[in-house]
């Protein structure tokens, strides 16, 4: 069974740092793609980052423009995670955080709806 699961979310400070983990079973991380999404309360859900390797596409990453320079997505294979390390978090980053996958032969999406897979999703809260 395909399934995401996120961890690492909390309370931080303006300006400080969290690293989000999307552990994955069922598969491995070739020919998948990851991507990381987020919602606040009262607003549609949106893209922060996407992460792919497939048999076509060796490394494809890609960022929403609000979280370029800031966020990070990488991923171990081994351990069959992806991570989101996030700096310089600011209070309209507060959301809950979802990771979700869906097969690919290419790159990878910043499209919600191309993803079939979705994990539980962790709160991330940017508060002094």
């Known amino acids: 069974q395909v399934q995401p699961a996120e961890s690492g979310g909390g309370l931080v400070q303006p300006g400080g740092s969290l690293r989000l983990s999307c552990a994955v079973s069922g598969f491995s991380l070739e020919g998948y793609a990851i991507g990381w999404f987020r919602q606040a309360p009262g607003k549609e859900r949106e893209a922060v980052s996407c992460i792919s390797k497939s048999a076509r596409i060796t490394s494809y990453i890609s960022y929403a423009d609000s979280v370029k320079g800031r966020f990070t997505i990488s991923r171990d294979v081994t351990k069959k995670t992806v991570y989101l390390q996030m700096n310089n978090l600011q209070p309209e980053d507060t959301a809950v955080y979802y990771c979700?996958?869906?097969?690919?032969?290419?790159?990878?999406?910043?499209?919600?709806?191309?993803?079939?897979?979705w994990g539980q999703g962790t709160q991330v809260t940017v508060s002094s």
């Open positions: 979700a996958t869906t097969p690919t032969l290419y790159g990878c999406t910043l499209t919600w709806g191309d993803y079939g897979y």
